[in-house]
């Protein structure tokens, strides 16, 4: 029962740094022209790591809604990203007209890889929280 808390508590704290990085790069349009990062691929990977955090589905027509750019380049990119092998579409149990979305298992693994080596590089010598944070993705990923 302790571990499965200290799971869910990672994941929670995953979930909270990951919106902030999430709401920064909403925020980049303040400072920058929008079509200066139309590209919704990685924005569309981050909004379903999140999902995944906060155990919560996607539908598929919810993806790229804050980018910038149309939604038949949005499904252009999910196509892509499909094939080559960073997430999966299929219909949703609970509604069959509506697609829900998931990263795969390599989607997953490097989402976690990346966020672990992003706070890392954000770590300051002699340990702190994000040090304490790290360890308890890592348990989390060890049990999953």
């Known amino acids: 029962m302790a571990e499965q808390n200290q799971r869910a508590f990672a994941q929670a704290d995953a979930a909270e740094l990951l919106s902030g990085i999430i709401r920064g790069r909403h925020r ?3 400072f920058f022209s929008a079509e200066l990062f139309a590209d919704p691929a990685w924005d569309i990977l981050l909004d379903l790591f999140l999902a995944e955090l906060q155990q ?3 539908a ?3 993806l790229g809604r804050s980018s910038t750019v149309p ?3 949005v499904n ?3 196509d892509k990203l499909e094939k080559d092998g960073w997430l999966g579409r299929k219909p949703d149990p ?3 007209d509506r697609r829900v979305a998931a990263l795969s298992a390599a989607g997953r693994s490097a989402m976690q890889a990346w966020l672990g080596e992003w706070i890392e590089s954000r770590a300051t010598p ?3 929280r994000v040090s304490e944070l790290l360890e308890r993705i890592a348990l989390g ?3 999953a």
């Open 60 to 62: 598929v027509r919810e």
């Open 94 to 96: 609970s509604n069959p």
């Open 56 to 58: 919560r589905t996607v």
């Open 28 to 30: 980049r349009s303040t």
């Open 71 to 73: 939604s038949t380049i």
């Open 141 to 143: 990923r060890r049990e």
């Open 126 to 128: 002699g340990g702190n």
């Open 76 to 78: 252009r990119w999910l």
